[in-house]
Each structure stands twice: as C-alpha cells, then as structure tokens.
C-alpha cells in the first residue's frame, strides 16, 4: 500500500470575502474527490481573504500510480483562472 500526500498553497486575488474564498476553495475540493477520488481538506490560511492552503490523499497500490494521480491534480490547479498557484509539494510513502 502506498500513500501519497500533495500539499498546496494558492492565492485567490479576487475574492473579496472569506464567503467569496471558502465558495471557491470548497468548489475545487468537492472537484477533486469526484474527478480523482482523493480526499481533499483545506488545511491552512482558513482566516485569510486570498491564501489558501489544501492538502490532498490518495491511497494506491503502487508509487507510480499515486505520483500520476497527483501530478494530474496539480495540472487541474494549474489550469484554475480563479486561483494562483504559489506552492506545492508532493510526498510518496
């Protein structure tokens, strides 16, 4: 069994309100447990208008497919015009 643990942080520049950025942040997390079937949580800057920080779990078989998994949700990250990625980090165990 291998588990790999992704985490992010991303700005949101244009959120005005902590209700503008837990809509956005939710949005992305309730997208990335349907569209990869991982387990997502926002983890970090919960108080702050524009950062965020989540991190994302995935359970696999094999290292390379939880690598694969992750990397593609980085991709979809990438791919927001609503967030800004900052930073990621990515850990296989």
């Known amino acids: 069994m291998v ?3 992704l985490t992010v942080e991303f700005s949101i520049p ?3 309100s902590l209700k503008d950025k837990r809509r956005l942040v939710q949005s ?3 997208r990335l447990h349907n569209q990869f079937h991982v387990a997502a949580a926002e983890v ?3 108080d702050s208008l524009r950062r965020a920080g989540i991190a994302v779990a995935c359970v696999s078989t094999a290292g390379r497919h939880a690598n694969q998994i992750l990397s593609r949700v980085v991709g979809l ?4 015009t609503d967030l800004v990625l900052v930073d990621y980090a990515m850990e296989i165990r």
């Open 28 to 30: 992305l997390l309730d």
């Open 77 to 80: 990250i990438q791919r927001e």
């Open 44 to 46: 970090d800057h919960q």
């Open 14 to 16: 244009d959120s005005n």
């Open 3 to 5: 588990i790999g643990v």
